[in-house]
């Protein structure tokens, strides 16, 4: 995977798919209500497989999954905080260095 930055770095698609941002996946909060999804169903076939990802704007990415699921749109930011690379693990793990 390499990000918009050049900066290049491992993300599974097994963690990219669970850390879908969609309100199916990870619910939402409308007035101060949360909305809590169902448990998701990781052995649904076809699940973690990757079948395209859509540019959104110039900010994020919409990825498209063999199971038809494709409403996440994850932003740059979004997809930085999954990369698996040495460095970003060690950035991550520094309390004072998190940025959102
Ligand atoms: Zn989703
Ligand atoms: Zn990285």
Not at 22 to 28: F, L, Q, T, V
Not at 32 to 48: E, H, I, Q, V
Not at 85 to 100: F, G, H
Request: net charge neutral; with cysteine.
């Amino acid at each position: 995977m390499v990000w918009d930055d050049g900066h290049a770095g491992p993300v599974s698609l097994r963690r990219l798919r669970d850390a879908c941002p969609c309100a199916g996946c990870m619910g939402e909060t409308v007035l101060l209500r949360s909305f809590s999804p169902p448990p998701k169903d990781t052995t649904a076939p076809g699940r973690y497989e990757l079948k395209g990802a859509v540019p959104v704007g110039n900010y994020a990415l919409q990825f498209r999954w063999a199971d038809g699921h494709g409403e996440g749109i994850y932003t740059w930011g979004l997809l930085r905080g999954l990369c698996e690379c040495p460095a970003c693990m060690s950035v991550r793990s520094s309390p004072e260095e998190e940025r959102r």
